[in-house]
């Protein structure tokens, strides 16, 4: 059986934060760190560019892997006809009755670990590719368990100066990493890294 | 009176580290992080494309300021001839006899503080630029009293885990960046951004 690679793919800050703090007394703060973190996609429908990408993006995807406190900020703005059209796994504590979407997108929860979720997307991709869309806890969880292939991040040029990190509790043993690609865009740099196992 | 541009030249991991953990009880683990940061500088000097690229990074430079700390870790691996060939003020708390090296590198101690240092840069630059080499500090207090023009991060492919973050204790309030360029080579990503103010 051909085996997809498994991708990790987040817009993220220059000083590393891809989400806003975790003060849930104020909801606001949080939000507004992430429209700023997506922007460059959500913010420019009307560019060509940005929807060619995104499009190229998941094309070689067969499944999706996320957070359950992502996909509760997720799934309102990535809508009723997500981008992604396939299904995606939600890592979860509590069962919860699958959501399907328009044009092949379903949200599917999961609670039996990251190595059963990947397992389950792995056979559900069919060979295709996996991605990882977040949250942090998530991503650290599989980086440090050796299980990811690839990271793409979507640089934005801000520093936030608070949030929730990327890279923070993945251990200390060096993760060494090959740049496959850097592409610039207005508002964006595209970061493509392979882990090297 | 022209006044040059005040720039920020730093490597940093993809996880945000410029330098290995402050554990003075295990030096070794500190180089051992900087050597992999600096490798497509110092360990390809073979590489005429990085060579050229340095020399390309210091012609319109007119002084350099850089933190103490940094310096005492810099000044073995910047050597006899420094690629700086500039004045160079170094931000300390101890008076110390300046030091003068080949090719018109001079390191010079102040004591004054972060805005009497930029002063003194500036008036040696005269109209051309400044740059600032670290360290996490001395960026900090220079990034959040809002008196660095330019970041430039020279992004190794590499995630250490731990050690010293350039972009923390910068205070809470949004920074927004322009992106400039970016630059893939092997082995590292040249970003350079504009503070917007």
């Known amino acids: 059986m051909n085996v997809g690679t ?16 975790k003060d849930d ?8 760190a992430l429209d700023i973190l997506h922007d460059w996609r959500f913010g420019g429908q009307s560019s060509t560019e940005t929807e060619a990408y995104e499009v190229e993006k998941f094309k070689p995807m067969g499944a999706g892997i996320v957070g359950r406190r992502m996909l509760d900020l997720g799934i309102g703005p990535w809508g009723e006809n997500p981008t992604f059209h396939m299904p995606i796994f939600v890592l979860s504590h509590e069962t919860r009755k699958p959501i399907t979407r328009q044009g092949g997108t379903t949200y599917t929860f999961i609670t039996e670990g990251i190595e059963s979720t990947l397992k389950r997307a792995k056979e559900a991709a069919d060979g295709k590719d996996i991605m990882l869309l977040g949250g942090a806890d998530v991503a650290q969880q599989y980086l440090k368990a050796g299980l990811l292939d690839e990271i793409h991040l979507h640089l934005v040029p801000v520093l936030l ?8 509790n993945i251990g200390t043993e060096q993760i060494n990493l090959e740049q496959i690609s850097v592409i610039e865009e207005p508002g964006v740099t595209h970061l493509r890294f392979r882990v090297v196992k």
Chains 1, 2 share one sequence.
């Not at 498994?6 to 703090?21: E, K, Q, T, W």
């Not at 007394?25 to 507004?32: A, I, Y």
């Open 6 to 21: 498994f991708i990790l793919d987040l817009s993220m800050s220059l000083d590393g934060f891809i989400a806003g703090s």
């Open 25 to 32: 007394k104020n909801p606001d703060s949080e939000l507004g």
């Open 161 to 168: 100066g608070e949030g929730i990190r990327l890279f923070e």
